[in-house]
């Protein structure tokens, strides 16, 4: 059984068209993180949120914001979207911290037209 | 800074080679944990193995093992008699003590497994 669900599994929007990705996982998991991964690239980290302490990586643009309501959902949003953004936007948890064991969901390929 | 190298982008064998996948890794931290992972098509990365800093014993299991040699800050990983089900991209990523959120990836070397 899936324990981190990402939804939708492919996601097409327009330039500049708001679009919101979602993250649910069933671990119970402190810490949910947000991916960012380009064909052929490494997965890059955008931001984590440990608990509901936000922490932002210094390079991630404006553009992609992210909420936690609850512990087991995380969002992330992206206000205008450009074509550069397209790619596979990753979720994951870990218990407490990155040197555990991460669990991934199966992502959300955005494309932007 | 942190950095981790995976030097081979693409390996192509034939059902029950063996392979080795090459991770070189940078830290000026003495309190490290290196980990595996592995992408398939599907795209979930699914982890493999985690390793710190102060323990080199290599580890196998079944068909995988991890050779971790702090002289050479490397931590390869050889899967021996490979299979088609083996074909994936597998990710070599790092985490120091300091910074404990975050895991830095290399670039991932894809291996196809031909029958």
């Known amino acids: 059984d899936a324990m981190v669900i990402q939804n939708p599994r492919y996601q097409v929007t327009q330039f500049g068209k708001p679009v919101t990705l979602s993250c649910s996982q069933t671990l119970n998991h402190n810490v949910m993180y947000w991916y960012q991964q380009k064909s052929s690239q490494a997965p890059k980290l955008l931001f984590h949120?440990?608990?509901?302490?936000?922490?932002n990586e210094a390079d991630t643009p404006d553009n992609f914001q992210s909420r936690r309501p609850n512990t087991s959902f995380c969002f992330l949003d992206i206000r205008s979207p450009g074509l550069g953004d397209a790619a596979m936007y990753l979720c994951a948890t870990s218990r407490d911290r990155a040197i555990e064991k991460l669990f991934f969901g199966s992502g959300t390929q955005l494309s932007v037209l | 800074a942190q950095k981790v190298t995976q030097a081979q982008t693409e390996i192509s064998v034939v059902e029950k080679e063996d392979v080795t996948l090459d991770c070189v890794y940078e830290t000026r931290d003495t309190t490290y944990y290196l980990f595996w992972y592995k992408q398939p098509p599907s795209g979930e990365l699914v982890f493999l193995i985690r390793r710190n800093s102060f323990d080199e014993q290599n580890e196998i299991s079944g068909r995988y093992s991890w050779n971790f040699q702090k002289s050479t800050s490397s931590f390869n990983f050889t899967i021996t008699a490979s299979q088609v089900v083996d074909s994936a991209v597998y990710f070599c990523a790092l985490s120091v003590v300091y910074n404990t959120d975050k895991l830095i990836f290399g670039t991932g070397t894809r291996l196809q497994v031909f029958p």
């Open positions: 949120y440990y608990d509901k302490d936000f922490n």
